[in-house]
């Protein structure tokens, strides 16, 4: 795959964490788990554009905030 080289800035702390990460092995290099995490944001918003596409419209936050406690995620 090729790559382009870009330019971010990230939190001092999330850094550190994501350093973290790849030190334990958990993520090969700070790029790929930069490009793993955009990945998944962008399959959410596509995801979530679906529903709404099918749903024909974006759910009650009432309902997605449900949705999310279910889960066992943080509320919106």
Do not use: I, K, N
């Given at each position: ?56 419209g974006r ?18």
């Amino acid at each position: 795959m090729t790559a382009e080289h870009v330019t971010v800035s990230l939190p001092p702390e999330l850094l550190r964490d994501v350093r973290a990460a790849v030190d334990s092995g958990a993520a090969e290099s700070l790029s790929a788990f930069v490009a793993d995490a955009l990945r998944t944001q962008l399959s959410r918003a596509r995801a979530l554009a679906e529903l709404e596409r099918v749903l024909g419209g974006r759910p009650p936050q009432d309902v997605l905030d449900t949705v999310r406690r279910d889960l066992g995620l943080p509320v919106a």
